[in-house]
Structure formats: C-alpha cells, structure tokens
C-alpha cells in the first residue's frame, strides 16, 4: 500500500466516522447497526433522511412492545389464536414440547406483567428474542 492509498483511506474513515458521529446526535435513538446501514445506503446514494426512515421502519417492525394494544384487541387476538390452533391453521407443524414451551414463556411473561412493570424488562426480552431470531435465521 502506497502513501496516496493509504491518505485516502485514512479519509474516507474520517468522513464515515464524522457522517455517523453527526447522525448519532441528530438522531440518537438509532442504534450503531441502524446506523451502520443507515451509512451504506447513504454510500449507495440514498438520501440520508429517506435511509433513516428506511432503516427505522424495517427496525421498528421487529421491535417488541413497539405499539400498544388495549384489552379488548389483545383478548380477541387470543380468540382468534385458538380457533386457528385448534382448525390446524396455524402452528400447525409444532409438537407438543415445542408448545409447552410457547405456554410456559407466556405464563412467566404474563407473571411477571401482573407483579411487576415488564416494561422494565424490554431490553432485555429484545435481547433474548433477537438472539433466537438469529439462532433460528428468522
């Protein structure tokens, strides 16, 4: 590597870190992978704040807990759910261990909600939800 290459990637460096030093404090509720991608679409030619709600939305949408949900959608969503568990429409290729399992989370998590704030857990059910979600390639 030459002194002119290794000037210009000295460069771009500087420019990738004042580009995301400048987004972080502009938008600080976005996080250093979103902020990350939000970099290459910019580096693809992506208007910079078209990239960020690109990147927010498609973030947002695997993000637990990101909306609310009153009693009467949450307890008809429930109705729903099992007439199509027990029609076979879905869930449909679980076994009975794996539903055990979906059962029990559901119980500690509810659990938890009644005695205590679970939003004080969010951070981390999304850790442990984004780990599976990796894991399981989903």
């Known amino acids: 590597m030459n002194i002119n290459e290794l ?12 580009f995301m030093k400048h987004l972080a404090g502009k938008h600080p509720d ?9 970099y290459k679409l910019y580096k693809d030619g992506v208007d910079i704040d078209a990239a960020v709600s690109q990147v927010a939305s498609v973030e ?30 879905t869930l449909s290729g679980v076994n009975n261990r794996e539903r055990a ?3 029990d989370l559901e119980k500690v998590i509810a659990a938890v ?8 857990y969010k951070s981390v ?7 599976i979600r990796k894991a399981a390639g989903v």
């Open 60 to 89: 947002e949408q695997d993000r637990i807990g990101s909306s609310g949900i009153s009693r009467q959608d949450q307890a008809t969503m429930a109705r729903q759910k099992g007439k199509d568990i027990a029609s076979g429409d």
């Open 7 to 18: 000037r210009q990637l000295v460069e771009e460096e500087m420019s990738r870190f004042e």
């Open 113 to 120: 909600a009644e005695e205590d704030d679970l939003v004080k």
């Open 30 to 38: 976005l996080n250093a992978k979103q902020i990350g991608e939000i």
């Open 125 to 131: 059910l999304q850790s442990v939800v984004d780990k």
């Open 101 to 103: 399992i979906m059962v």
